[in-house]
């Protein structure tokens, strides 16, 4: 799922059900760490983050990851 679906599933399961226990920014700032956290793993454990850091700047490597994981 994308980035861009997950917000949006979000949005929508909140206009639905009102009564949830946590708000849409919590959910919204949970998607938002799990996709900086898989980013980060990503970089280090995929790509021997310095050799990739060396190689490409972060903006690319964003989209490298975003591609790879179909985000």
């Keep these: ?3 861009k679906e997950k917000f949006e599933t979000t949005m929508v399961s909140f206009l639905i059900d009102k009564n949830q226990d946590k708000t ?3 959910h ?3 998607i938002a ?3 900086a956290i898989g980013f980060a793993e990503w970089i280090v454990v995929a790509y021997n983050g310095k050799r990739m850091l060396e190689t490409y700047n972060v903006a690319e490597l964003l989209e490298i ?3 790879e994981k179909q985000l």
């Design 28 to 30: 919204f700032d949970k």
């Design 33 to 35: 760490d799990e996709f």
């Design 24 to 26: 849409m920014l919590d």
């Design 65 to 67: 990851y975003k591609k």
């Design 1 to 3: 799922m994308t980035l």
